[in-house]
């Protein structure tokens, strides 16, 4: 029997007035997979994650998540089907006056109208998972940027979503503290969660996905194993990114 399907993606379009940001984009999700989303900036890749959950609205096309249509749902049936799909953001878009634990359950209470013991017992352990329950009472001001991404990804993992996706979660950090959430994430793809991750960190993607894809100029250009994208791309595009990146990635060590 084939995994299932988490998302589908069909000749999805997004325009910016009479700028064409994606350009027909067809894109399949099994449960299970991690896919490292790579290419140059403004490619359309965080775009292409915002049309997903419908933060961005689509000009064209279908997307489906778990076999519903995300794309013309309204109310209550959109908010249900985002809550399948978490988010974690470059910027940690946490509440500065709420606390750790706060920040996780406010979703819960409030969306999922979970009681505040139940939300409670969630939060501490989606924060457990990422080894931020010791700062559950904290404030985000008193943490790293890391440990705030941390916070960020219990925050989505709390919610059971099926698949999460990721907007360049380590842009925003200091180098030092990348790695940190990097393991994170590598935990949640051993533990089995779906995650598309829109990433600069060509070293995650090539050791932690199962397929890479390569975007520019709005369309995916293509798409295979880390071991074909940076082994063997046959795209001159890919092999021109896949280079620079290994340059610039020399430069820096």
Not at 241 to 253: H, K, P, V
Request: with cysteine; charged share 20%.
């Amino acid at each position: 029997m084939n995994t299932p399907l988490i998302l589908q993606v069909n000749r999805l379009h997004k325009n910016y007035g009479a700028t064409p940001v994606l350009r027909g984009i067809n894109l399949d999700v099994r449960a299970g997979e991690l896919i490292s989303v790579i290419g140059p900036s403004g490619s359309g890749k965080s775009t292409l994650l915002r049309c997903c959950n419908r933060m961005e609205e689509a000009s064209g096309g279908e997307i489906l998540v778990e076999g519903h249509d995300i794309s013309h749902a309204r109310g209550k049936t959109l908010n249900q089907l985002r809550l399948r799909l978490g988010m974690v953001f470059q910027s940690f878009n946490l509440y500065p006056h709420l606390t750790v634990k706060g920040n996780v359950t406010l979703a819960l209470r409030k969306v999922k109208k979970f009681d505040a013991t139940s939300a409670d017992q969630l939060a501490l352990a989606a924060l457990e998972c990422v080894g931020m329950a010791h700062k559950a009472d904290a404030r985000p001001s008193q943490l790293s940027g890391g440990q705030q991404q941390r916070v960020g990804i219990a925050r989505a993992i709390a919610l059971e979503p099926a698949m999460i996706l990721f907007d360049e979660p380590t842009s925003a950090l200091d180098p030092e503290m990348v790695d940190g959430v990097l393991e994170v994430m590598r935990e949640l793809r051993a533990s089995g969660m779906t995650m598309m991750v829109v990433t600069h960190e060509m070293s995650f993607a090539q050791a932690a996905s199962d397929r890479v894809i390569f975007m520019d100029q709005g369309v995916i250009v293509e798409q295979g194993t880390p071991a074909q994208i940076f082994g063997a791309p046959t795209q001159p595009r890919t092999a021109a990114f896949i280079s620079r990146s290994a340059q610039r990635a020399g430069a820096l060590s």
